[in-house]
């Protein structure tokens, strides 16, 4: 099958028919490119993996075995991949594993991963269907992007089954388009997906007027992040709240202190793997993002990320060296190039 006649296919490989040390090669090559894995039964590892390509976006076919993976906040730090997993289970089930709650979903359930934030679950032998798109497509048209990390969102609600169809529509109908039918899909496929996580209630959040309200005051943090004056009781007065509700709305995040700081550690996160900003130094972009002193943004950097922002800088650029690969290469450039043996 040449790329010619399927221009939307990128690769697609059954490592049942190779040895299994390079079966687990092509794993580690492209699951573990995101993710830290364990196997559970590592001998009779296979896996069935077909990708296609639609604009910006990617939609893979995964049949694998029964194993656990997470995303830790020193993987983020480190690779700086940016981006949403909509996934769907066709056959087996996942469940979450960090710690904080119990989520579990089955086939048709639809699970969100954000790969900015830190996130483990484990699944059975499976199928499943998983689109994987840039945050800066869809974060705009979301309300709140930061809030879907680990969201399992019901089969049985009516905008789940017609993303769903939609996106296995995508699979089957991939094979049949050229590149300019496919890219034409990128942006009903979007608005779908916004006005699926937009709409479906949240069973694991605060409800009501409560609700709306921390919603609109983090849409304001995020906004003005980078304000040297934005502090808990500048944000109280403009919402003429008390500074004990600020905190109520904001508990399970540690506090709305927190929350400024772990928004600003991110946007310089990512700025620090920006290729465009590889002329400034650390302490210059500690200060864009708030911190004055350059040990105070190493030490919360580092609290946060388990790496300090000089060696997260070095890391990305050390990856790209050992890949044989540009900067501007991100983590789509680098699935392009799976199953290639």
Excluded at 153 to 166: C, F, I, K, Q, T
Excluded at 272 to 300: C, K, M, V, W
Excluded at 302 to 331: C, D, F, H, K
Aim: aromatic content about 10%; hydrophobic content about 40%; charged content about 25%.
């Amino acid at each position: 099958m040449t790329k010619k006649e399927h221009p939307t296919l990128l690769f697609k490989t059954d490592t049942r028919a190779i040895p299994l040390k390079k079966a687990l090669a092509f794993w580690e090559e492209s699951a573990g490119s995101l993710y830290d894995f364990n196997i559970f039964q590592a001998n009779e590892f296979h896996t069935a993996h077909c990708t296609f390509r639609l604009g910006d976006l990617l939609l893979t076919h995964c049949v694998s075995v029964a194993q656990k993976l997470s995303r830790s906040n020193y993987r983020i730090g480190a690779d700086g991949y940016d981006h949403f997993e909509i996934q769907f289970f066709i056959d087996g089930h996942w469940r979450r594993h960090d710690g904080r709650e119990e989520a579990y979903a089955g086939p048709g359930d639809m699970i969100v991963h954000d790969a900015a934030q830190a996130h483990a679950g484990s699944a059975s032998d499976f199928c499943n269907l998983t689109l994987f798109v840039p945050r800066s497509l869809l974060a705009r048209l979301l309300i709140n992007p930061d809030d879907h990390n680990m969201r399992v969102l019901a089969a049985r609600e009516p905008m789940v089954g017609l993303l769903r169809n939609h996106i296995d529509s995508l699979f089957r109908l991939l094979p049949q388009l050229d590149e300019k039918q496919a890219a034409t899909l990128v942006a009903p496929t979007l608005e779908l997906i916004a006005a699926t996580l937009n709409g479906v209630p949240r069973e694991d959040t605060m409800h009501g007027i409560a609700g709306a309200q921390l919603a609109t005051i983090r849409r304001y943090i995020d906004a003005h992040a980078l304000d040297p004056d934005l502090s808990p009781f500048q944000i109280a007065a403009h919402f003429t709240i008390s500074l004990r509700k600020l905190a109520y709305l904001f508990s399970k995040d540690g506090g709305v202190a927190s929350y400024i700081q772990e928004r600003r550690l991110e946007m310089a996160r990512r700025a620090l793997r920006d290729p465009a900003q590889a002329h400034r130094s650390i302490g210059e972009i500690g200060l864009e993002h708030g911190f004055t002193y350059a040990h105070n943004f190493t030490r919360a950097f580092q609290r946060l990320y388990g790496i300090t922002p000089r060696e997260a800088r070095a890391a990305v650029a050390q990856r790209y060296r050992m890949a044989g690969i540009s900067e501007s290469q991100n983590w789509f450039d680098r699935a392009s190039q799976w199953g290639r043996w």
